[in-house]
């Protein structure tokens, strides 16, 4: 089993930047991709950011050269650093890992972003 908690999420203005982490605990080492998906209110969860399990970085087009992906396995953290926030990008962040890609097997509460115009 493994837990995941998300923090950082908050509100911001359009334009603004937040930086959202997930630590996972448990049996890490069964950990081999991280992901980062949203859900918008009336819209379907989608994929983010995410690390493969080749280590491939994978991003929605929306985000590419806004937001970066970004891990620490000492500490079994990943974070999601979002830059140049839009409104459309309102939503519940979710950290999720698992064994393969894309990842499926855990998953966090998620954490609410919510940006403003």
């Known amino acids: 089993q493994v837990q995941l908690v998300e923090s950082g999420g908050g509100l911001v203005q359009a334009g603004g930047s937040l930086r959202l982490s997930c630590v996972a605990s448990g049996d890490t080492r069964s950990i081999h991709a991280w992901g980062w998906h949203r859900q918008a209110p009336g819209k379907k969860r989608e994929l983010v950011?995410?690390?493969?399990?080749?280590?491939?970085?994978k991003y929605l087009d929306s985000v590419k050269g806004r937001f970066t992906i970004s891990r620490d396995d000492v500490r079994h953290t990943v974070y999601l650093q979002m830059n140049s926030l839009q409104v459309e990008d309102t939503a519940v962040y979710y950290c999720?890992?698992?064994?393969?890609?894309?990842?499926?097997?855990?998953w966090g509460k998620g954490t609410q972003v919510t940006v403003s115009s």
């Open positions: 999720n890992v698992g064994s393969g890609w894309p990842p499926s097997s855990y």
């Open positions: 950011a995410g690390y493969t399990t080749g280590g491939d970085l």
